[in-house]
């Protein structure tokens, strides 16, 4: 027999542990962000559940500060399936818990989706959450469990964790607690890409390259002007070719310089790439060397 | 391309984070920006003055404070030749549950050897998980070179004490390949200071090391993961049993036993992806549809009829216990092997083994954390296996604790 290609194998694991969330838990939600590594997880889906429909809606925690290409796409793409979509608004969680919105030039929403997160668990009981993080993206992440369990706080013990051994996943937890489940957790964004491509899946055209105003920043960033970032006069305002690496809240997302057109043309650029997909876009993760573990223990993904 | 799933053992002090780092480093799979922190964090730490290697695996604020590693990390690189998934686990004894986690789904152990130390208590015991988890590769790297001077006479003596060692262990393959991580020999690049040395640097023997399968035997094991039913006018009928072909391979037509109960029948219908196929090979996700209205629900085995794995009450197993508290005989557990669960209890601590010399010892009735015992366990409901030797799926299991929920032992059936 010949051997398989390696993204068989990630395939084939994906939609194993896609189908024992399907089997181990009661309510369970696919979080939805329109990103490709979420649209993955959704494509991945089709091949574990059809011709069933999937057994979990999709969920959208919208920062309001979304590409609206993204969302176009979600909606569409959630209409064309014929699966629940939920979406929570940051916006009603700040109003409603009456929270500090992110301040400053760039003000950002990401560590405020936390909080309507676990509003959305609590809401719809969820017992299992699956998300779209691969540990190649941080080393916070590089240490996280696949089934990895969330106390009733939504918070992430890096010290406890549960011993994960073969293929076998232990997904019991106690009634308020929860499951956050990574099935594409050892993909890298290459990985990703080259799935894309096999696939044929199409994607949201912020993706690809396309002449946009952006702000250039002391350290060389290219961020988006748009209506929450706060101008100012003595800021450098160029028109580029830029592509998103990751479609996040877009006010601590970067563009990064691309002549990207295609998959193939992506594919290309990733593998002469010197700098890593989380250094090249999110401003979130410069703030310290743990961030993104102090994140994950207050329950974000 | 081929896939290596690979991990690394030993203390920091062996230099395992290191030469993780030199591998990542020297097959150019760090991102500038990635580096940049590292010389920054390096100055911080003040250990060396060029960069610190080993802070690319240690990820958590407590691993970074302590200079341990408490976790498996997992990084991920590739060459021309291959792609490579490494597990980064710890060396220490309070951590092994952590390289259980790691090492169970390798193809191949590192095991790092300081080469002023020699083999060492920790080297024995990582050798011995390894058999136990049935590795199929072990390559001894014998590290730190550079500090006993590239000696050929060093390397000769740690190779022959290290297989007299492994010669009462069932391990396979051994191959062994002195380095230095920290001054780059023998990792990626062949070293010209141990011109003695003629075989592969570490990194070639990744590259071409046989990728050899997990299951020994090519005989087809199917458990159902999820029962599809769609329930809609179009397809009333509709019933498939989603899973994984963990072995073997299943065609249309095959005459199938369902297991615990027994019922035969016979693969109607085979869909990948919703296409209907004649043959399914091993680690294909399917959906099997059967020709006779048989009671199958998650956790139930379809098996060719002609190849029956045992289905019994009670088995005896190696098991390592992972947990803080200490178990006794006879109180209830549970037991999920794949995607089947059932209460069981362990009715007898046969024996414990001593990780650091494989000689079995009597047993005093508890198992405490770490220990590896032999055991014999009492299922409520009845399991199909085969032994771990012929197939590491249908031959391992884990334990739960019902109370906490938490996985407290892996077990490897006999």
């Known amino acids: 027999m010949k051997s398989k290609d390696y993204l068989d194998e990630l395939e084939a694991e994906a939609i194993y542990i896609l189908r024992e969330v399907a089997g181990q838990f009661d309510r369970p939600a696919l979080l939805f962000s329109g990103g490709k590594d979420s649209i993955c997880l959704v494509h991945l889906a089709i ?3 059809r011709p069933g429909k999937f057994p979990f809606p999709l969920v959208h925690v919208d920062t309001g500060h979304n590409f609206e290409e993204a969302i176009i796409y979600r909606d569409n793409l959630a209409k064309q399936l014929n699966e629940t979509l939920i979406v929570r608004y940051v916006e009603d969680t700040i109003k409603a818990k009456k929270l500090q919105d992110g301040k400053g030039k760039f003000p950002s929403r990401n560590g405020l989706q936390t909080y309507t997160l676990l509003d959305v668990i609590e809401e719809f009981e969820f017992d299992a959450c699956i998300g779209g993080a691969r540990r190649d993206e941080e080393k916070a992440r590089a240490k996280e469990r696949i089934f990895s369990v969330r106390d009733e706080f939504g918070q992430w013990d890096p010290k406890m964790q549960r011993p994960e051994l073969w293929n076998i996943y232990n997904g ?15 993909w890298t964004e290459l990985d990703v890409w080259n799935y894309i491509k096999r696939e044929k899946i199409e994607l949201p055209s912020i993706y690809f390259t396309h002449e946009r105003e952006c702000i250039l920043t002391e350290n060389g960033q290219l961020m988006n002007t748009n209506e929450f970032v706060i101008l100012e006069e003595k800021d450098v305002i160029v028109k580029r070719n830029v592509r998103y690496r990751t479609v996040g809240d877009m006010t601590c997302t970067a563009a990064v ?3 990207a057109y295609t998959v193939e043309d992506i594919i290309t650029e990733l593998k002469d790439a010197k700098i890593s997909e989380r250094g090249a876009t999110r401003m979130d993760d410069r703030v310290s060397e743990a961030a993104m573990e102090d994140r994950k223990k207050r329950g974000y993904f | 391309m081929e896939l290596l799933r690979f991990f690394t053992a030993g203390n920091v002090d062996d230099g395992k984070s290191t030469l993780i780092g030199r591998l990542l480093y020297d097959s150019n799979s760090i991102s500038t920006d ?7 964090q390096s100055k911080t730490t003040g250990i060396n003055t060029d960069i610190d290697l080993a802070l690319l695996t240690d990820g958590l604020r407590a691993e970074r404070e302590q200079g341990i590693t408490i976790d498996v990390a997992y990084k991920y690189f590739s ?6 998934i490494i597990a980064d686990t710890p060396g220490h004894i309070q951590y092994t549950r952590n390289m259980f986690t790691g090492a169970s789904n390798a193809n191949l152990a590192i095991i790092l050897v300081d080469a002023r130390n020699g083999i ?18 072990v390559l001894v790297c014998i590290n730190k070179m550079d500090l006993v001077d590239y000696s050929e006479q060093n390397y000769k003596q740690i190779e022959a004490d290290y297989l ?8 396979k393959n051994i191959s062994f390949v002195p380095a230095s991580a920290l001054a780059g020999d023998n990792v990626v690049n062949k070293s010209k200071k141990m011109p003695w040395y003629n075989g592969k640097p570490l990194l070639e023997f990744l590259e071409t090391i046989e990728i050899t399968k997990t299951t020994q035997t090519d005989i087809s094991r199917f458990q159902v993961q999820y029962v599809i039913r769609p329930q809609t006018d179009e397809l009333h009928d509709y019933r498939g049993f989603a899973g994984r072909v963990v072995s073997g391979s299943y065609k249309k037509g095959q005459r199938v036993t369902v297991l615990p109960s027994g019922i035969e029948t016979t693969i109607d219908k085979i869909e990948v992806n919703q296409q209907e196929v004649e043959v399914a090979e091993t680690n294909t996700p399917v959906v099997l549809h059967i020709k006779d209205d048989v009671d199958i629900s998650r956790g139930n085995s379809i098996v060719p009829t002609k190849h029956l794995p045992k289905t019994e009450k009670e088995v005896t197993a190696t098991i390592c216990w992972m947990d803080n508290a200490a178990y006794i005989p006879g109180q209830k557990i549970l037991l999920q092997q794949n995607s089947f669960r059932t209460k069981a209890i362990v009715k007898q601590v046969i024996s414990k083994i001593d990780i650091h010399s494989f000689t079995q010892l009597e047993s005093d009735g508890a198992m405490k954390l770490n220990d590896i015992c032999k055991v014999l366990i009492k299922t409520a409901e009845p399991i199909s296996f085969d032994s771990y030797t012929d197939n590491r799926n249908s031959g391992s299991f884990i334990l739960i604790n019902e109370n906490t929920n938490n996985t407290v032992a892996a077990g490897t059936i006999d």
């Open chain 2, 164 to 171: 007299t060692f492994a010669k009462q262990l069932t391990l």
């Open chain 1, 47 to 49: 091949k574990a559940f």
């Open chain 1, 172 to 186: 019991k937890i106690n009634k308020g607690e929860n499951v956050r489940v990574f099935p594409i957790s050892n």
């Open chain 2, 120 to 137: 060492t208590d920790q080297t024995k015991r990582h050798t011995i998980i390894s058999a136990i988890l049935g590795i199929p590769h």
């Open chain 2, 79 to 84: 060459t021309d030749k291959r792609k490579f």
């Open chain 1, 257 to 259: 310089e691309s002549e």
């Open chain 2, 34 to 40: 990635i580096i940049e922190t590292l010389t920054r």
